[in-house]
């Protein structure tokens, strides 16, 4: 069975993740990464 084609991550999603993964990048913590831009720590940290 051929693999299923990913769907692209809307604007909004990639803008959310850029900037969390800045954060982060410089905080080094997953929870004040996503404190410091008031989203949700699960948003970024959820497995599939």
Do not use: W
């Not at 692209?8 to 080094?28: E, S, W």
């Not at 720590?41 to 497995?47: D, S, Y």
């Amino acid at each position: 069975m051929p693999p299923v084609p990913r769907r692209p991550c809307p604007r909004a999603v990639a803008t959310d993740n850029r900037a969390f993964l800045g954060h982060l990048h410089r905080i080094g913590n997953a929870r004040e990464a996503a404190r410091a831009l008031s989203l949700s720590r699960t948003r970024f940290t959820k497995r599939h």
